[in-house]
């Protein structure tokens, strides 16, 4: 089978997983994600093949809904990528970018590779701007979240722990997370996007915080 039949095979697959799914991590967030990761990739000297299998399949099995099984999206991926033929330094490097691409927290970071930088950092430009903001509330709503809560402050320190059994607002959640994203950012490109969607979320809160003051 060729690069470009594995990666045709893989988006079927990926398709066919991800239908129906409701929390912002659909077939689109696959879609998008894989796009950026082009695009990035474009400006370095990495692994095209690596790049675009790890994109399609990062949230193949994402540890927020498997009962916080970190390893389930690797195994998953290597049995999807071993049953196509797929060589095993590739399947390996694949693994590597599945199993570490998501944000637990910034000291937890263990991409190693250029092709998983570049997937995370794709995968970061879709949680924030326009999209990352409809995508936060659409989570809010899957987990049972409130859009906001003046009793509920930011937790701005979060442990691992924490942060994956978080019971915060979504408003809460632009300052421990989206808001940092922008100086996370490992290739200059993505820091560039990143630039103009950080901006656009702050103008976001500022009307958001003003409607939700104005007591006229
Ligand atoms: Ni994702």
């Known amino acids: 089978m060729t690069k470009l039949e594995i990666i045709k095979k893989t988006i079927e697959y990926v398709k066919?997983?991800?239908?129906?799914?409701?929390?912002?991590?659909?077939?689109?967030?696959?879609?998008?994600?894989?796009?950026n990761a082009k695009l990035i990739s474009k400006g370095e000297n990495s692994d095209q093949f690596i790049v675009e299998l790890g994109a399609l399949l990062h949230d193949i099995a994402d540890y927020k809904f498997n009962k916080g099984d970190e390893e389930i999206g690797g195994k998953v991926s290597k049995e999807w990528l071993k049953d196509l033929n797929v060589e095993d330094k590739d399947i390996v490097a694949v693994v590597h970018i599945v199993n570490n691409v998501s944000f637990k927290s910034e000291a937890n970071n263990k991409i190693k590779s250029l092709e998983g930088?570049?997937?995370?950092?794709?995968?970061?430009?879709?949680?924030?701007?326009?999209?990352?903001?409809?995508?936060?509330?659409?989570?809010?709503?899957?987990?049972?979240?409130?859009?906001?809560?003046?009793?509920?402050?930011?937790?701005?320190?979060?442990?691992?722990?924490?942060?994956?059994s978080q019971k915060g607002t979504q408003i809460n959640h632009f300052y421990e997370k989206l808001l940092l994203l922008k100086d996370l950012m490992n290739t200059q490109t993505a820091k560039e996007i990143a630039k103009e969607r950080h901006e656009f979320m702050e103008k976001y809160l500022e009307e958001f915080f003003a409607e939700w003051e104005d007591r006229k």
Not at 16 to 35: A, Q
Not at 121 to 132: E, P
Not at 151 to 158: D, F, Q
């Open 117 to 164: 930088k570049i997937v995370q950092d794709a995968d970061r430009l879709d949680a924030i701007g326009a999209i990352g903001i409809a995508r936060c509330f659409a989570y809010g709503g899957y987990k049972g979240h409130s859009i906001y809560d003046p009793n509920i402050k930011p937790n701005l320190n979060m442990t691992k722990e924490e942060y994956k």
């Open 16 to 35: 066919s997983k991800s239908e129906g799914e409701g929390s912002g991590h659909d077939w689109w967030h696959i879609f998008r994600v894989w796009n």
